[in-house]
């Protein structure tokens, strides 16, 4: 054999030999060229996987703490404006609220419980005076009772009704009244003879206070037909104070307080 034909030979067997290391090569080649992306989407695969356990830890963690905020921490501190008190949600006995002051308005005549904390009676006196500008005269009733004037209200009307669960229709039991609060007024006309019945609701006067009374930060706290959330029969004359912003959010809602702050008793009526 010529030398330069072995030589030739020798220069092809050696291109076969790298041609065949490369195809061999060639997949490891592939593989740093695609690994990073292959690599980023195994990195999503584990992220999906993450996340439905990732998802069930924050919604473990918040779903308890997401529904229990509106009943527990996110309800306001005893001596805001926004206290929520119903027959779940009592006042201690020795609660007395801060700046008892009596409001500029008619009372009627031998009403004893005048005081209202000093921004409600502020605002009263602009709703009684916004109440005269469109010709109606109200009368306020009562305002602030302590712990024991209810406790005793309470004793007489579980007398005057029969029973303690027909009293409490009508009338708080000491610690879930409103009026502990220095935030409500119950307020009445001279059309139902200054008394505070249903029929107040029906009258110019009634329906003037029910239609305006947020204007003011009021909202009426017992409508009718939410006695089985409110835990009380219909009350067109008692006015609760929460302040402009909150009483008229209230009142577009057309929700009872416990329905807009999302505690709703449920059968906790009795
Ligand atoms: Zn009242």
């Given at each position: ?247 008229t959010k209230v009142y577009n809602s057309g929700l009872t307080?416990?329905e807009y ?10």
């Amino acid at each position: 054999m010529p030398r330069v034909l072995k030589f030739r030979l020798l220069i092809i067997i050696v291109c076969i030999v790298v041609i065949i290391l490369c195809i061999n090569a060639l997949p490891y080649i592939q593989a740093d060229i695609i690994g990073p992306e292959s690599r980023s989407g195994e990195d999503v695969k584990p992220s999906p996987s993450n996340g439905p356990g990732n998802g069930k830890e924050p919604d473990e963690t918040q779903g308890p703490v997401a529904t229990q905020k509106p009943e527990e921490s996110k309800l306001p501190d005893i001596n805001d404006i926004a206290v929520l008190v119903n027959k779940t949600h009592e006042l201690p006995s020795d609660f007395e609220p801060m700046n008892l002051v009596q409001p500029d308005v008619r009372f009627v005549s031998g009403a004893v419980n005048r005081l209202m904390r000093e921004e409600a009676a502020d605002a009263l006196e602009q709703l009684f005076t916004g109440a005269e500008e469109a010709g109606f005269r109200l009368y306020a009733l009562s305002g602030y009772r302590k712990y024991s004037y209810q406790k005793q209200l309470f004793e007489l009307n579980v007398e005057r009704y029969g029973s303690i669960e027909v009293a409490n229709m009508y009338s708080a039991k000491p610690g879930q009244s409103e009026h502990q609060t220095g935030l409500a007024m119950d307020i009445t006309s001279e059309s139902v003879d200054f008394d505070l019945v249903e029929e107040f609701g029906d009258m110019p006067e009634g329906k003037w206070l029910a239609a305006n009374a947020h204007k003011y930060g009021f909202i009426i706290r017992f409508p009718k037909g939410k006695e089985h959330i409110t835990g009380y029969a219909y009350e067109p004359w008692h006015v609760r104070f929460l302040g402009v912003d909150l009483a008229t959010k209230v009142y577009n809602s057309g929700l009872t307080y416990e329905e807009y702050l999302g505690v709703v008793p449920g059968t906790g009526n009795d």
